[in-house]
Nanobody, 121 residues
Framework: QVQLVVSGGGVVQAGESLRLSCAPS????????TTWYRQAPGNQRELVAS???????KYTDSVKGRFTISRDNAKNTVYLEMSSLKPEDTAVYYC???????????????WGQGTQVTVSS
C-alpha cells in the first residue's frame, strides 16, 4: 500500500518561513498532480497550491508571491515553501495526489496526514 508522508510544519512568528514536504512511500514510478490544501478551524478545506507532472503550478490568491510549490522528480517529493507567513496562514495543511504509478499498481485520490502550521503575531 502506498501512503503519502508529510513532513514540516510547526510554530513560527509572522514573517518567518517554513517548508512542507510530501512524498509517497514505496517504489514509485510517476506522480501525476500534487496539491496542498489547508483547513483552519471553522473553515472549509481550501486549495493552497498545486503542481502537475509537467510543472504547471497554481496558487490561491492569498498565497501568491509568498508560497512556492515545487517538485523533485528524482525523489518524487513535492515541497511547499512558505515565506512571509501571516497569522491567517494558520491551519492544518494536507497533501493530495490525484494519481500515481508504483511497483504496487496505480493509486488514485491519496491524502497525506495533516501537519499543523501555526503562525503567531
Amino acid at each position: 500500500q502506498v501512503q503519502l508522508v508529510v513532513s514540516g510544519g510547526g510554530v513560527v512568528q509572522a514573517g518567518e518561513s517554513l517548508r512542507l514536504s510530501c512524498a509517497p512511500s514505496g517504489f514509485i514510478f510517476t506522480v501525476n498532480s500534487t496539491t496542498w490544501y489547508r483547513q483552519a478551524p471553522g473553515n472549509q478545506r481550501e486549495l493552497v497550491a498545486s503542481i502537475t507532472n509537467h510543472d504547471v503550478t497554481k496558487y490561491t490568491d492569498s498565497v501568491k508571491g509568498r508560497f512556492t510549490i515545487s517538485r523533485d522528480n528524482a525523489k518524487n517529493t513535492v515541497y511547499l515553501e512558505m515565506s512571509s507567513l501571516k497569522p491567517e496562514d494558520t491551519a492544518v495543511y494536507y497533501c493530495h495526489v490525484d494519481r500515481l504509478w508504483s511497483g504496487y499498481g496505480t493509486f488514485e485520490d491519496l491524502w497525506g496526514q495533516g501537519t499543523q502550521v501555526t503562525v503567531s503575531s
